[in-house]
């Protein structure tokens, strides 16, 4: 029963919360024990796992559409977690899951976390590392909260938890998660605004929700009286029980419930930034290496004779081909690409960073770059899709830092629609 029985911890502000649960059947799982401890956890949890809920606002959160499957999927992914994130990799923690995946397209979740900042966090439960500790997005909670009130398999909706010291939000779209962000109550007090910023965002990239689900009767209201649809959000009524039989509030322990799903197989999500890929992706890379070295040695100089044969003929194709792309690309920096920077230069708010722009063999242009506000972000997508010739979308927009150096990193998708 060890590996069917998990312990999902809450931290919030020097206080724990704790829910055990254990895999009952397909249908759900048992909660055998929920309680919140003002002064910290520090008793013994039941055997079993330990995972630690990490608040979004203290990680990146990406979905990434690639098109390519298998071994070309994953490298695209580990690229993402080399070159696309806003600290240094070597101290990244992070996980990957296919939401969904069709005619060699895949809809990817990605998040990671840099590890400095998860060693505060994650200090109170040193001691209990040797039960397996194991670090989730709430994301994946709210995400499974959702999934469990029956909202996320078709249309686009929203869905916000507020808790006492923090708010969360998504957008799911046809079951694919495509926008999340958190924040603290402190610093965001109103959170009916910081939807309402959301949606607007969504809205200059055509997608709009069909309704907000939150777990606010109050936000329900605030945001009905400005036009929006909503409904409740709450966990089905025999988890409610359930959580009730053990002594606990179902709406403080939603979020703990949505990622027991998610942990115990019933949920359709599952990520770990403790389980650390990328060195175990390099490690089995190198095994095979040393495998395979001693047939490679062994070949090398029968290969050898071939290869200085084809080595002449190979240098003047090459030699051939380089005058060919220099001449290309010599063209592309001299016309079309000093317009484009020109355009678009024209185009940035004086709160943004632009750090990255890079074009594909299609002509789409890829824009990265960081906002010291989320409106400089909407302001820049507007410029952007009022000038004429482009158009433009937004890819992700994720908080990073916090408090005072707080930043939101974007990723945008702009399309030339031909000569002005």
């Known amino acids: 029963m060890f590996e069917k029985t998990f312990n999902i911890v809450e931290l919030v502000n020097g206080s724990a919360r704790l829910l055990s649960v254990r895999s009952k059947d397909k249908s759900g799982f048992q909660v055998l024990q929920a309680a919140e401890y003002p002064s910290g956890l520090n008793k013994a949890l039941p055997r079993g796992a330990v995972t630690v809920i990490l608040p979004r606002e203290n990680c990146v959160v990406r979905t990434l559409e690639i098109e390519a499957e298998g071994a070309a ?34 809809f990817v979740l990605f998040s990671a976390a840099a590890s400095d900042q998860l060693k505060s966090l994650l200090k109170p ?27 996320a398999a078709n249309g686009t909706c929203m869905a916000v938890y507020i808790s006492k010291d923090r708010f969360e939000l998504l957008v799911s779209k046809n079951g694919v998660l495509i926008f999340s962000r958190g924040a603290s109550l402190l610093e965001e007090p109103d959170v009916s605004a910081a939807v309402k910023a959301a ?35 709450a966990l089905p009524p025999e988890l409610a029980a359930g959580l009730k039989s053990a002594g606990a509030d179902p709406v403080n322990f939603a979020l703990c419930a949505g990622i027991a799903s998610a942990l115990t197989g019933h949920g359709a999500l599952k990520l770990n930034l403790n389980s650390n890929l990328a060195q175990e992706g390099r490690s089995k890379d190198m095994l095979a290496i040393l495998r395979k070295a001693g047939f490679a040695v ?15 003929k190979s240098a003047e194709k090459q030699a051939a081909e380089l005058k060919s792309a220099l001449s290309i690309q010599g063209g592309l920096s001299g016309r079309v690409w000093s317009r484009v920077l020109v355009d678009i230069s024209k185009t940035v708010p004086s709160e943004v960073i632009l750090n990255e722009l890079s074009s594909d063999n299609k002509g789409d242009l890829t824009a990265r770059g960081s906002s010291a506000t989320r409106q400089g972000v909407t302001v820049f997508l ?39």
């Open 73 to 106: 999927l994953q490298a695209e992914v580990l690229k993402e977690a080399e070159e696309g994130l806003p600290f240094e990799k070597e101290k990244s923690l992070w996980d990957s899951a296919v939401m969904s995946s069709a005619r060699g397209k895949a």
């Open 125 to 151: 439960l040193q001691v209990f590392e040797k039960q397996g500790l194991s670090i989730v997005p709430s994301t994946i909670g709210l995400y499974e909260l959702l999934r469990l009130s029956g909202a």
């Open 199 to 233: 949606a607007e965002a969504l809205a200059m990239t055509g997608i709009i929700p069909d309704k907000v689900l939150s777990n606010s009767a109050e936000l329900n209201e605030k945001l009905e009286k400005s036009g929006m649809k909503t409904a409740l959000l």
């Open 298 to 312: 062994s070949a090398l100089f029968l290969v050898l004779t071939l290869v200085l044969f084809f080595m002449a």
């Open 382 to 420: 507007e410029n952007l899709n009022k000038l004429p010739g482009y158009s433009a979308e937004l890819a992700f927009a994720n908080d990073a830092g916090t408090g005072a150096k707080l930043a939101v990193q974007f990723q945008m998708k702009i399309r030339q629609r031909g000569e002005k």
